[in-house]
């Protein structure tokens, strides 16, 4: 089970430097959208933030949860099994404990996601106490507490209705409530966002590819999502796929530094040295103008590294 880090770097040899990207979603306070960014050509190794054992887990979860969004081709999560049930409901209980009031853990989306699912599946599963049949005493006897405790066991929080002062008094007993503004779709998007991120981050990369696949066909215009499925593509040297991320990475987004320099240095890799300082000359260039200082540096070393070569 995931604890409570932050994550940040990744253990590729083709990330640009860690820049957060915001994703592209209405929230009046986003959850770390920890994109997995770094520099490029890295020589070194550094551990993954979580056990094997964790990641295990998480992609245990995220197959569970591409099979439920898989049943129909709106990916609208609709079909939920008895079996499925079995599987969310004691998930839901590890990731409350997990994340808490944590609005910027990690899993606070995932946590979110499975909630949707297990009440879904219990809205439509779980009879009510006025629904049920009158029956005698002897027949009711121990029901009504079993299926209180059973409908209970989860607190739903209906916000939309709030006016703004009940909101900010939501979210100081409350602390995700601010991410509860987003629509289920949105929430699934950023859930399997950050499980690919997660994953990446370990080294589970076709894993991780797997889960920005969900990402962009939910949100086909997510350029964040195209780049680090990019990134992740370098990791296991699907070097052509990966560029094509990037090229639509830059469609979506044209002055998006980090692709730029991504899809410039996999070039190099495939020795398309001409194209490649072009890509690099022009993530510099946007570079300075956004004043990425920290990129800058990297693209020098680059750019000096190629002319050696020629």
């Known amino acids: 089970m ?7 770097q990744n253990v590729s040899s083709l990330l640009a430097p860690f820049v957060p990207v915001e994703p592209d979603m209405p929230a009046p306070e986003k959850q770390d959208p920890f994109v997995t960014q770094q520099t490029l050509l890295q020589k070194t190794v550094k551990a993954a933030p979580y056990s094997e054992s964790d990641y295990r887990w998480l992609s245990s979860v ?9 049943r129909e081709e709106t990916l609208s999560f609709n079909i939920i099994s008895r079996s499925d049930y079995r599987h969310l409901s004691p998930l839901l209980e590890e990731l409350v404990d997990t994340v808490g009031e944590n609005a910027h ?9 499975v909630g949707f699912l297990v009440e ?28 209180v405790e059973w409908n209970d066991e989860w607190e739903i929080l209906e916000i939309r209705d709030l006016n703004p002062e009940e909101m900010k008094e939501l979210e100081k007993k409350h602390p995700p409530a601010a991410i509860l503004e987003w629509t289920e779709t949105e929430v699934t998007i950023h859930a399997f966002f950050s499980i690919g991120n ?27 999502a ?41 070039k ?30 990297n693209i020098k070393q680059r750019l000096q590294e190629l002319n050696n070569i020629e």
């Open 62 to 70: 995220l197959e569970l949860l591409i099979d439920i969004g898989n």
């Open 198 to 224: 997660i994953l990446s981050e370990g080294g589970w990369i076709r894993e991780a590819i797997s889960a920005y696949d969900m990402v962009l066909r939910l949100k086909p215009d997510f350029a964040e």
């Open 120 to 147: 879904r599946y219990e809205k439509e599963n779980v009879p009510k106490l006025s629904d049920l049949p009158t029956e005698s005493p002897e027949e009711t006897e121990g029901t009504e507490e079993a299926l």
């Open 268 to 297: 190099f890799t495939l020795n398309q040295s001409e194209a490649a300082e072009h890509d690099l000359r022009t993530a510099l260039k946007l570079a300075k103008q956004q004043e990425h200082n920290n990129i800058k540096v």
């Open 2 to 8: 995931l604890t409570d880090i932050q994550t940040t």
């Open 226 to 266: 195209y780049y680090n499925r990019g990134t992740a593509k370098t990791f296991v040297a699907e070097y052509q796929l990966a560029i094509t991320d990037f090229d639509e990475a830059i469609h979506l987004k044209p002055e998006f530094v980090e692709a730029y320099y991504n899809r410039g240095l996999t």
């Open 105 to 113: 853990h990690p899993a606070t989306s995932l946590m979110m996601l």
